[in-house]
């Protein structure tokens, strides 16, 4: 998030970036970018759901148009104007961060570097820089940016205007491009203005990295929208890198999708001048054969050729030494603004980190003050709790011991205390009824023993009258 408000910071700062808008499905062709095709049509039967259309801006103003597929991961054509040859060239990559991730809220094309991280699914739907390092291929670019200026040649720097094309053919195509535009293409449409190109790739089954598709065929259509309109179209195949393939554009749609139509009306292919195609086509074949191709410009040339080879050689000291100035001076101004955007960088982060730290710190100085007046009431009932549980315990423990004194049997505890009484009181009893009883065993002996004698008095009276004769005793 830091990173991409330093970067909205800088956008204000230096409004030079370039803005690439996907087109919304309720809006009009490419919307502003409509201009860059003849009649304001775009080209017809590109309805897959993963192609989508980006309008290229740069300074705010569109430069050119780009369907892309987010299946091959390249572009399928760009949509441009000739403007003029470019002076320099410098390259500055950037990607479209809406096409991964369409919530988010920056809405131009923005360099790798400074989103990697904040937007979603970077790389899901489009290529990146990464995809191509140590691949093998480089990134060509459909528009090409020598036959842009200016504005126009800092948009074309996009990944969404590129397809891998290796080292040689990159520079083939954009050398023979070049060459057919300017020799053979802008001089013969008598509006330089209404001259709308179509620069496309084909997909191919072949993937750089498993992800960006290496384009079989690369062609170009172009439309010069004028009295003496006219088309023309040019292939040139993966496989053979010196082919240039000039036909109609009618059989270029042949080799795209079904149902594809570049142009409104076939762009005067129907009644163009047999004179005008034959002049382009003879260009063509002289570019294709390594000739310089001859206008009225080269004529102008030749005749002035030893003036300007003699002025030359006395201005080129001064030129080279002025080149040199304006080298050290854009060299300084770059240094300028690369140093401001640093300072603003690390100042805005310093700011950033500061509020942050800030913030952090009061809500965390807050968050403790809540935190102990929080725990002041849990505390103080708490407390009141563990006094109430107390006071159940001694309660709990009174109780039990109530009970267990309760448990004891009454009876016992008076028969227990009574025992002393009882004992000392039965003594006199006991002593008696000892007494008693010795006497009665006396008594008894006694009884038994007269008993006895008597018994045996008995006895022998009894014996003594059975067994002694009476008459005995008479005598």
Known sequence: MKTSVVFLLCLSVFPGFSQGRVVGEDEAGFAECNVFFPGQVPPEGFTEPFHVKICQQYNKEPRFATLYSTEDKIPLYSAFKYTKPAQSEEENWLVEPQIDDPENDLHEMVREADIVGTVANLGANQALTSDYVGSGYERGLLNPSLLNEEDFQMATYTLTNAVPLSPSLSKSWHRDIGSVVEQALVPHCSKKDHLYLLAGAIPSSVRVKGKVSVP???????????????????????????????????????????????????????????????????????????????????????????????????????????????????????????????VIKRVGGTVLDGVCGLWNGVVSYFKAIGMVLISIPYDVGRVIVNIFLGFLEIVQDVASLTYRILRIPVGFVLHLAAFPYHSICAIPSVLKDMATGIGGTFSLVIDATAALLHGFYYLAGHIVKRFVPKGSSDD
């Not at 023309?232 to 053979?240: C, E, H, I, Q, S």
């Not at 076939?266 to 063509?284: M, P, R, T, Y």
Request: hydrophobic letters at 45%.
């Open 216 to 342: 079989e065929t690369l062609w170009l259509a172009a439309c010069c929208d004028a009295p003496e309109g006219w088309s023309l179209a040019l292939v040139k195949k993966m496989n053979d890198e010196n082919s240039l393939g000039d036909l109609t554009v009618g059989e270029l749609e042949k080799q795209l999708l079904a149902g594809v139509h570049l142009f409104k009306g076939n762009c005067g292919e129907d009644n163009q001048s047999q004179e005008i195609k034959e002049a382009i086509l003879q260009a063509v074949s002289q570019i294709r054969s390594g000739e310089q191709v001859e206008t009225s410009d080269n004529q102008e040339g030749k005749d002035s050729g030893l003036v300007r080879k003699v002025a030359g050689i006395i201005a080129t000291p001064f030129i080279k030494l002025l080149e040199l100035l304006i080298y050290v001076f854009v060299e300084l101004v770059k240094f300028v603004f690369y140093f401001l955007w640093l």
